[in-house]
């Protein structure tokens, strides 16, 4: 159902779908978001965005423990 919403090129493409409220978050728009289709190049901005839900994950599943992970974006590069 998320899938058929993002993928079917109606409403506004400039849209936000993802945002973090983090200084060092990271934002998508719907027009970024629907690269995730076959055959397109993956737009760096969903790369992003799912480097932070990663590390947020690994905050959230092991507070106690040293964090052994980490997901960087693609301004490390």
Known sequence: MVSEAL???Q???YEFVF???WAWGAA???DNMQTLAPKLKVDVSIIDSFACILN???T???PAAPK???FFHTGIL
């Open 7 to 9: 993928f079917s090129m």
């Open 11 to 13: 409403g506004d493409p």
């Open 19 to 21: 945002e973090t409220e």
């Open 28 to 30: 998508t728009i719907r």
């Open 56 to 58: 947020y994950e690994e």
């Open 60 to 62: 959230i599943n092991k």
């Open 68 to 70: 052994i992970n980490y």
